[in-house]
T-cell receptor, first 115, second 115 residues
């Protein structure tokens, strides 16, 4: 069975500083990778995804993630965070060769941006 | 179009009672998923519908949990003889079969508390 590990449960960071959220998955097969964000009192929203092609994917609000097959990682980064980036971030994986479309999530990383 | 909606937003019940949680997916989405998110954890897959049929119910924890989607749209998650350990946020998501099939759109969730 697949598993996803988010090594940091909480990441405090000052406004305008960079942030990196680590995500590692356990799978020997090709996978699809996702980052979801959950803002306070809101539902999960897709931030970005990797399906194939370029290993660097970007979101519209300045986040980027790089797929590293050899390290089975999909770390999320932002060079300069805003207060509004305060949220919980979830990494998820899906096996495209498996029947169904279920996502396996990590435990989440709570980002608190301080002024 | 509206997003995924879930009712009720909160449900408090007593141990041993029966509860039903409803999910209204995005119009036209044929795939529907239920996940459960316990406090401090990432969402865990429960069941996946493609149309009216449950294509993958491998995540249902035991036979007290059951879900239906009789007309291929609205889905109901049913929990019999609730236990305190069932307390969690139950999330519903839907996705299309078109070009964006990999993106699951999540509802706000139903927060279930079993006393």
């Amino acid at each position: 069975a697949q598993s996803v590990t988010q090594l940091d449960s909480q990441v405090p960071v000052f406004e305008e500083a960079p942030v990196e959220l680590r995500c590692n998955y356990s799978s020997s097969v090709s996978v699809y990778l996702f980052w979801y964000v959950q803002y306070p009192n809101q539902g999960l929203q897709l931030l970005l995804k990797y399906l194939s092609g370029s290993t660097l994917v970007e979101s519209i609000n300045g986040f980027e993630a790089e797929f590293n097959k050899s390290q089975t990682s999909f770390h999320l980064r932002k060079p300069s965070v805003h207060i509004s980036d305060t949220a919980e971030y979830f990494c998820a994986v899906r096996d495209p060769s498996a029947a169904g479309n279920k996502l396996t999530f990590g435990g989440g990383t709570r980002v608190l941006v301080k002024p | 179009g509206a997003g995924v909606s879930q009712t009720p937003s909160n449900k408090v019940t007593e141990k041993g009672k029966y509860v039903e949680l409803r999910c209204d997916p995005i119009s036209g989405h044929t795939a529907l998923y239920w996940y459960r998110q316990s406090l401090g954890q990432g969402p865990e897959f429960l069941i996946y519908f493609q149309g009216t049929g449950a294509a993958d119910d491998s995540g249902l924890p035991n036979d007290r949990f059951f879900a239906v989607r009789p007309e291929g749209s609205v889905s109901t998650l049913k929990i019999q003889r609730t236990e305190r350990g069932d307390s969690a946020v139950y999330l519903c998501a839907s996705s299309s079969t078109g070009a964006n099939v990999e993106t699951q759109y999540f509802g706000p969730g139903t927060r279930l508390l079993v006393l």
